[in-house]
């Protein structure tokens, strides 16, 4: 476990329920989405093969890739299904004062 640093990365008006965001914090890109009232993070590549999960098809806690239709739970990263077989990379998320967050 390395120990990351917080980065603001978006607004959390910006992302609303079902439709994750992309946002790029030095070199990795992170895709945001909204459940429940919460903000989680996950890495914006699938670990299929190359495509952006933001703009994949998110349902609750879950989104599609848009490439294979492959999915994912976007609270722990868990593959959920063929032909996903590599979980996905979180990261840990705070809102302060409606700005979030991501630990990279
Ligand atoms: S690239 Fe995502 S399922 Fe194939």
């Known amino acids: 476990m390395t120990d990351g640093n917080w980065q603001q990365v ?3 008006d910006d992302i609303k329920p079902d439709e ?10 992170i895709a945001l ?5 919460e903000i989680y993070a996950t ?3 699938c670990t299929h093969a190359y495509a952006s999960l933001a703009d994949g098809f998110q ?9 294979h239709e492959g999915r994912f739970n976007v609270k722990n990263g868990r ?3 063929a032909p996903i077989t590599e979980d996905l990379k979180t990261y840990e998320v ?11």
């Open 79 to 81: 593959a959920l299904c």
């Open 10 to 12: 978006a607004k959390a």
């Open 43 to 45: 890495h914006n590549i």
């Open 20 to 29: 994750p965001i992309k946002v790029t914090c030095g070199t990795e890109e």
């Open 94 to 104: 705070k809102v302060d004062n409606g700005a979030v967050f991501v630990k990279v």
């Open 59 to 67: 349902e609750g806690a879950e989104v599609e890739c848009p490439l």
């Open 33 to 37: 989405y909204h459940v429940d009232g």
